[in-house]
């Protein structure tokens, strides 16, 4: 996951965060659910980054022990 990306999921977590909070104070019910919809995204993107950098890296051992 580049830092880029890192940033800006992370961006959109804490934005998610801020409007589920807003929501919640203001009374705003479908403000707090695209908070937590914001946040669950960039809970996805995370966990899809994180399987991408997983196999990347499986597959640089493998290459790595097969060129021994």
Sequence with gaps: ???GDKFENKSQ???G???EA???VTGDE???QEGKYDQAKAG???AAEDVKDAVGEAADKV???VER
């Design 17 to 19: 965060k801020a409007k």
């Design 1 to 3: 996951m580049s830092v």
């Design 63 to 65: 290459k790595r022990s």
């Design 30 to 32: 479908e403000l707090r």
């Design 22 to 24: 807003a929501g919640t």
């Design 44 to 46: 996805l993107k995370k």
């Design 13 to 15: 977590d804490l934005g």
